[in-house]
């Protein structure tokens, strides 16, 4: 094979993924060819995703989680919804889903896919789900709440507790979209989790935050019930019924979701996030002293409005810089965006813009 | 990290994965921190799935071919339903789509998903499916048909140009899941490719016979149009619109599919085919010299009669062994399955059976 140069992680400020942790690399490159789809055939790495799966509790303090490793986070989001349906199809015929407008596209996938009406309520002045619109999209065709922690394009943390209980009144299933902000927010002061609220389900990705190689997103379920709707025989298999939406599955990526997780957590993530939150802060200040507006990183992601060409002028210099639904330019502080980048960002910036 | 063992492939006769080839599994190394998903960030990769899909398509003969890398044949048997059903959805009310009894329990999990019915019609007496029994079952609102190119439990290939035919007819996708046999039918006499029939979209996975890392399927179409009903927009990405399953992606996948590919294509192929054919017939002899029913490897796959007390001694002795839904042990002959392998299959069975 001719050697194209793989990723140079470099000048990538746009991506929520990130070059592995090497720990996570090597359990990878080890489990390349497993597949935790087949558990009777591949025992060890089945095993290694029981252990995910309870690391994943622990992050989001679940005593007695339930759940798999995904093939990333639109997989769990799509699951979560397609739960909220198939546990209420008797009793709904036209169901429903709310979410806040920050709601990841994966929703409209999941949408499309699973014929559910997707209601996509504005959000407050501060970028967060509002509580009243929230409420006023839901009836009695509303099979399913979600919340944000974490979002894509401003790093919110949605109302959480809010949200469940307004989730709870409706007799509505209650997902959380900590997809890539699971690994940091047990360092905030932000109430996000299983134990902070009644959630019932929660994407939560180790290829993102959690520094795990890719395909390894996350889904958790407080009950395991709440899966019993989605079994499909598997006549061929050793084992029998499967939940999950693929088949095969990459067990590189389960065992690299082990592997980071008993390196990294918790402080190793804590670390990393306290890095990452001074770095945005800071690169939030020196874009605000240049007179750029910038939207406040409650979370290490920062948003600015830059001119259009200056963005265009920023990526011709090779920055990987993608842009908000409202055309403010967005870098993401993952582990591989460093104080150098940044300034060197700042340079160019001063020198070009 | 401790180290469990990963993988050992040498009692493995239940997989329709394999070992990757050593080109596949240096690429994925390479590519491990990659997404095709975000192909605004990640150029490189996003050319080598190019380059993956136009492989894919002269292997099954399909000159300007579109699709792309899914995580599995589950994912491209989904979106192939998907599609059939987006593009009717104004016109029909209660889609179904008919498929073959031997069809994959993917097509269980699409229906689940999509909301469709599955419309399941018995074999003929070879294990093919009966093209009168799928006649009768396909009716106004018939979105799709599905022809299986290599069936999960007996290898088989159904007739596909008469399905092409039926599907036409009915003005319905015509699907064909070649997911296993797609890199072993080339070498065959069977019609089953998009130059045989009127095929409209086809799975077939690098990551089983193509001998690509995990998690590397595929999905084809004939015509780019197929695709436009499944995009949503990705307002923060690089890129605009996606009309993938999953959002982020294995660019592992992508980069071993294509690495296995320009090694293997074609003659390594026919190779591994030539072997594990004649090893499938031979220990289909043995098995019927011992008195056991066969039933005929039409492709590297052997399904015999034992006994279900034979079948519990084998897998006590380490063997992996897979069972049919009809109860017949099911001996997958990938390209790890050795001669040596089934010779000790053989002489457990004479000294424990």
């Known amino acids: ?7 140079e992680f470099a000048r990538v400020l746009s991506s929520m993924c990130t070059e592995p942790h090497p720990a996570a690399r090597a359990a990878a490159e080890r489990f390349l060819a497993t597949n935790p789809g087949d558990p009777g055939t591949y025992g060890t790495v089945a095993d290694l995703e029981r252990e995910a799966v309870d690391l994943l509790g622990e992050v989001t303090r679940l ?58 309520a504005p959000l407050d002045e501060d970028y967060r789900a509002d509580l009243d619109a929230m409420a006023a999209l839901v009836d009695a065709d509303t099979v399913g709440v979600v919340g944000v922690a974490g979002s894509t394009e401003y790093g919110r943390v949605d109302p959480i507790p809010d949200l469940a209980a307004l989730a709870e009144e409706a007799d509505a299933l209650f997902h959380v979209d900590a997809a890539w902000g699971g690994f940091a927010l047990p360092f905030t002061e932000y109430a996000w989790d299983f134990a902070d609220a009644a959630v019932d389900t929660m ?14 997103g996350g889904l958790l379920a407080r009950s395991s019930a709440l ?11 050793e084992s029998t019924g499967q939940v ?27 670390t990393e ?7 945005a802060e800071w690169f ?70």
């Open 273 to 279: 996030y306290e890095r990452a939150q001074a770095l």
């Open 284 to 353: 939030a200040d020196e874009l605000r002293e240049r007179g750029y507006d910038v939207v406040d990183p409650t979370l290490p992601l920062v948003a600015a409005a830059l001119p259009e060409a200056t963005i265009g002028t920023l990526r011709e210099a090779g920055w990987r810089l993608s842009k908000t639904g409202s055309g403010e330019a967005r870098v993401v502080v993952m582990p591989h965006v460093t104080r150098g980048a940044l300034t060197s960002v700042l340079a160019d910036l001063d020198r070009l813009g």
């Open 227 to 237: 899966f019993d709707t989605l079994a499909v025989d598997t006549p061929y298999l």
């Open 63 to 120: 005593p007695d989680p339930t759940g798999y490793v995904t093939s990333g986070g639109t997989e769990a989001n799509i699951q979560a919804i397609r739960i909220a349906r198939n546990r209420t199809r008797d009793a709904v015929d036209r169901p429903n889903v709310v979410v806040p407008d920050h709601a990841h596209f994966s929703f409209s996938k999941a949408a499309d896919l699973l014929s559910v009406e997707l209601r996509r």
């Open 244 to 270: 999950t939406l693929t088949g095969t599955r990459s067990g590189a990526g389960v065992a690299s979701a082990v592997a980071a997780m008993r390196e990294l957590w918790a402080d190793g993530y804590r």
């Open 1 to 7: 094979m001719q050697r194209p140069e793989p990723q």
């Open 203 to 216: 994407t939560i990705d180790p290829h993102k935050l959690g520094q795990a190689a890719i395909p390894a």
